[in-house]
């Protein structure tokens, strides 16, 4: 049984920063990508990055490129999202993925395992 639980969510200010946690267990992570996705109320789920199994590759959402930052520790078995210069519009339920493969894009059939989402508020 493989489950992520995300943490660190929470209500910032514009201008402001969090650090987003997955932690994984079962039998994945250490082979497989991983990834960052969010829904906003009223909108689709949409990607916000992904990490391949070693790190060697990331991929962003434009609207989130330069100012997030996806990281992992095999040995911990945790991915990262660094969010800074944080946005009213990066307000959504940050969802934590574990991909099929050990590398994944932007979109969700390449993952298979979802958290159950941390919510992160922006005020403005």
């Known amino acids: 049984q493989v489950q992520l639980v995300e943490s660190g969510g929470g209500l910032v200010q514009a201008g402001g920063s969090l650090r987003l946690s997955c932690a994984t267990s079962g039998r994945m992570f250490s082979n497989n990508a991983m990834g960052w996705f969010r829904q906003a109320p009223g909108k689709e789920r949409e990607f916000v990055g992904s990490?391949?199994?070693?790190?060697?590759?990331?991929l962003y959402a434009d609207s989130v490129k330069g100012r997030f930052t996806i990281s992992r520790d095999n040995a911990k078995n945790t991915v990262y999202l660094q969010m800074n210069s944080l946005e009213p519009e990066d307000t959504a339920v940050y969802y934590c993925?574990?991909?099929?493969?050990?590398?994944?894009?932007?979109?969700?059939?390449?993952?298979?395992?979802w958290g159950q989402g941390t919510q992160v508020t922006v005020s403005s």
């Open positions: 990490i391949s199994w070693n790190g060697s590759n990331k």
């Open positions: 993925a574990g991909g099929l493969r050990a590398y994944a894009g932007a979109v969700t059939q390449d993952y298979r395992y």
